[in-house]
């Protein structure tokens, strides 16, 4: 069989011979713009089976089917890492959603704080992102992205297991570093370009779970403070280790 060059994400079982039979979407970017013919390599993945090369076996205009032959990557999954920001402009968003995939959050959820701007988001959208991000950086896992949920919401019914990497904009500069706390369970919360409100401070600072921590002498934008505070949690608690 050809060399897959091509990694899709679809959402149909994978298994050795399982035939997958491709929507309207995925058959015109197949065969139409990528111009694979039956015979040709896919690499598939689904979040849940790990990796598998596929062959072409028809290929439609609107529709198509693959079938699968051997498993490449088994599923890897991330550590049990979520990833809670405000929403900030759009473009900016779709890169936290994306970086997000890529470094290994287990979940994404978008949160509305007092000062966060921006009151909606497309999930599917920012959905479809992340499986982009999965796709090109050879993931076989698809963190989900969450509906925006209120930050004061979301702290009532906190699970008591799951620690905070509370990123503290006015611990700038501050040696508050990312000690040393068991547990497995996480999330990284990143407050938006306003930061977090004083009463939100408090209340953070007040819960048992969450441990606040600055990210070094310069105020960051909500975007890159996302990826650096990603890439100290993997490196110190993740799979990076
Ligand atoms: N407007 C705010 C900055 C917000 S930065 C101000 O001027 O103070 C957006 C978010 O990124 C913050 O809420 C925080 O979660 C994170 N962040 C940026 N820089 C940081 C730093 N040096 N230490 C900790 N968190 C930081």
Redesign the pocket.
């Known amino acids: 069989m050809k060399q897959a060059k091509i990694r899709l994400y679809v959402e149909h079982p994978l298994g050795p011979g399982q035939s997958v039979p491709l929507d309207k979407d995925q058959a015109h970017y197949l065969f139409g713009v990528m111009r694979l013919a039956v015979g040709d390599a896919v690499a598939l993945f689904n979040g849940r089976d790990g990796e598998f090369v596929a062959e072409v076996a028809e290929a439609g205009k609107r529709k198509g089917s693959l079938i699968c032959s051997l498993q490449t990557r088994p599923l890897q999954m991330p550590p049990d890492l979520w990833l809670c920001f405000?929403p900030i402009k759009k473009a900016r968003t779709d890169f936290i959603v994306e970086k997000a995939a890529e470094m290994g959050a287990a979940r994404i959820q978008p949160v509305q704080t007092e000062f966060t701007n921006s009151e909606r988001i497309r999930r599917d959208r920012l959905q479809a992102h992340a499986i982009e991000a999965a796709e090109q950086c050879g993931g076989t896992f698809v963190p989900e992205v969450a509906d925006l949920v209120r930050l004061d919401r979301l702290l009532a019914d906190w699970p008591g297991e799951r620690q905070i990497m509370f990123?503290?904009?006015?611990?700038?500069?501050a040696e508050e570093a990312l000690g040393a706390v068991e547990g497995h369970k996480w999330a990284i919360?990143?407050?938006?370009?306003?930061?977090?409100s004083p009463r939100e401070r408090e209340r953070l600072h007040a819960l048992p779970q969450a441990h606040a921590?600055?990210?070094?002498?310069?105020?960051?934008?909500?975007d890159?403070?996302a990826v650096a505070?990603m890439t100290v949690w993997q490196q110190q608690m993740g799979d990076w280790r």
């Open positions: 405000a990123c503290d904009e006015t611990l700038v500069g919360l990143i407050g938006p370009e306003g930061g977090f921590v600055s990210l070094g002498p310069r105020i960051l934008r909500a890159t403070a505070a």
